[in-house]
């Protein structure tokens, strides 16, 4: 029996985001199996659509503004392989947005698949880990709060997100029976987010499924489709709500979930807290086009800069930070614009969208610039737009057959 090359170089992507759960050591299993996938993309070749011509134009420029500011602190420790890895992490995203570019409907569900199996061992790792049920349970933990095989729970957490969303997304379509089947996965899942008592996190799970529900009533194909995607809606925020109760009667969930449910914590609102230092992060930025080097603003303000977009300016200096704040703009105007177009990947490409526009609101009181996730999901967001643009251009040829609708 012999395997096709597109196959088994296929098979290395999936396996890659399949253990895109385990990141407690790096360089991580995924980090290695990236690196194999895109030698062997490139060897035999990958096309360049037009389409990503910006995308990958403004990550360079980006990733060009954290070499020239590592000159600054070219000296300090962990700065250099900090740079390295950010470049690495880019990449990744690249190849993300090339791969998706092509035989998408194959490869959208490939990596919705592979990515459903890491969230499912992420879930069960944290609900394993908060109730010690194994002897290894205190490494699963971190502050008492679920991190699974992560390092930190407000990494792990997010992870988790577009996972749960294509679970929604399949229940909503989905009969009694196959429902059912769905439901102990998502569960695993959703239990993992609030194990992680990243308040980030709880809020963008609801307020992702929230805007994918949405986009998928607008994109269903009758009346009757709608009617049932809203009804198990309801039922599944009724299943979630009763879950979540039983949940914080357990006494050791029930006393961090109130704490970690404040609006408002100290290290945020007080003076010299996250928000305060923003505002002085971004007055000093306006003094210094070359920012001030990766890991000083914490050394000058004394905490972590918590902003992905100020991050950029201070770490990256003007040119970082302007390609940042114009990429992400650039790519929730043309994300917009095509996530409603009937393809046959429409569905994955909503629960993208609906992640990664949530995820960079985010970003403006965490700093994702180092989280593999949230470069897989840009990359997929290019590779789908991308992809997108070829099949609308097809469909609207002079001549041309027209395609079939999407499912």
Same mark, same amino acid.
């Given at each position: ?85 950010? &470049? ?31 969230? &499912? ?211 929730? &105007? ?23 526009? &949530? ?49």
């Amino acid at each position: 029996m012999t395997i096709r090359a597109e196959t088994l170089r296929e098979g290395v992507v999936w396996l890659a985001i399949a253990s895109s759960f385990f990141v407690m050591f790096e360089p991580a299993a995924y980090d290695l199996l990236m690196v194999v996938a895109i030698v062997l993309f490139i060897g035999t070749g990958l096309k360049l659509p037009r389409a990503l011509l910006p995308f990958l134009l403004l990550v360079i420029l980006y990733q060009l503004g954290a070499v020239l500011t590592l000159t600054l602190v070219f000296d300090r420790a962990d700065t250099q392989i900090w740079t390295t890895i950010g &470049v690495f992490l880019a990449a990744t995203g690249c190849f993300y947005s090339l791969f998706l570019a092509e035989r998408t409907e194959i490869r959208a569900r490939l990596i919705a698949n592979a990515w459903v199996i890491a969230g &499912v061992a992420s879930g069960l790792l944290a609900i394993v880990g908060y109730f010690h049920l194994v002897p290894f349970a205190d490494s699963l933990l971190r502050y008492n709060r679920a991190k699974g095989a992560f390092k930190d729970p407000n990494v792990f957490a997010p992870h988790l997100i577009f996972p749960a969303l294509i679970l929604i997304q399949r229940l909503y379509a989905s009969d009694l029976k196959k429902s059912l089947l769905l439901v102990l996965p998502l569960g695993i899942i959703v239990a993992g987010v609030l194990l992680s008592f990243s308040r980030g996190s709880w809020g963008h799970l609801i307020a992702s499924a929230a805007l994918m529900t949405g986009l998928t009533v607008l994109t269903a194909p009758s009346p009757a489709a709608r009617a049932r995607i809203l009804v198990t809606c309801v039922v599944a925020t009724g299943l979630a709500a009763l879950f979540l109760v039983i949940l914080i009667q357990l006494p050791t969930v029930g006393s961090l979930f109130e704490q970690r449910a404040s609006l408002e914590q100290s290290y945020d609102v007080e003076h010299g807290g996250r928000f305060a230092n923003h505002v002085r992060g971004f007055r000093l930025a306006l003094e210094k086009p070359f920012g001030i080097g990766i890991f000083q603003f914490s050394r000058r303000f004394g905490a972590d800069v918590h902003n992905t977009y100020l991050n950029g300016f201070m770490s990256y200096g003007w040119l970082g930070g302007v390609s940042l704040a114009v990429l992400t703009v650039l790519t929730l &105007v043309a994300g917009a614009r095509y996530v409603l177009t009937p393809t046959p990947w429409r569905p994955v490409f909503i629960c993208t969208f609906s992640t990664w526009v &949530v995820l960079m609101i985010e970003a403006a009181v965490i700093d994702v610039d180092h989280w593999r996730h949230q470069w897989a999901l840009l990359g997929m967001m290019w590779g789908f737009i991308a992809a997108t643009a070829a099949y609308q251009n097809r469909l609207n040829a002079p001549g041309r057959p027209k395609l079939p609708p999407a499912a």
